[in-house]
C-alpha cells in the first residue's frame, strides 16, 4: 500500500505521472508538459462552456498552441456532437 500523506498533489496526478514515467520513455520535462495540459484541461473546458453559456456557440475558435484549450474545445465538440446540436466548432 502506497502512502500519499503529506504530498503536494492529489493521489490521481501522482499514480498518472508514475503511469506515463514507466509506460513511455519520457524525460521529467515531458511528463511535466503532460501533467500541466492535464490539470489545465479542466479549466479550460470549464471556460468553454461558461463562454458557450453566455454567447452561444460560436463557428469557429483561433487558439494559440495551448494544448489544453486544444483539448478543451475537443472536448466541447464532443459534447456537442453527443447532444446533437447540430454543429461542430471549427478550431484553427
Do not use: Q, W
Not at 463557428?59 to 446533437?84: C, P
Amino acid at each position: 500500500m502506497i502512502d500519499f500523506k503529506g504530498t503536494h498533489y492529489p493521489k490521481s496526478v501522482i499514480l498518472h505521472a508514475i503511469f506515463f514515467y514507466v509506460r513511455y520513455a519520457v524525460s521529467y520535462r515531458d511528463l511535466e508538459e503532460i501533467l500541466v495540459e492535464r490539470r489545465n484541461l479542466a479549466a479550460a473546458r470549464r471556460f468553454f462552456k461558461r463562454a458557450i453559456a453566455v454567447n452561444g456557440v460560436p463557428e469557429r475558435v483561433v487558439i494559440d498552441k495551448s494544448g489544453s484549450n486544444l483539448a478543451g474545445l475537443h472536448a466541447i465538440n464532443v459534447i456537442l456532437k453527443f447532444t446533437g446540436c447540430g454543429r461542430m466548432i471549427e478550431i484553427r
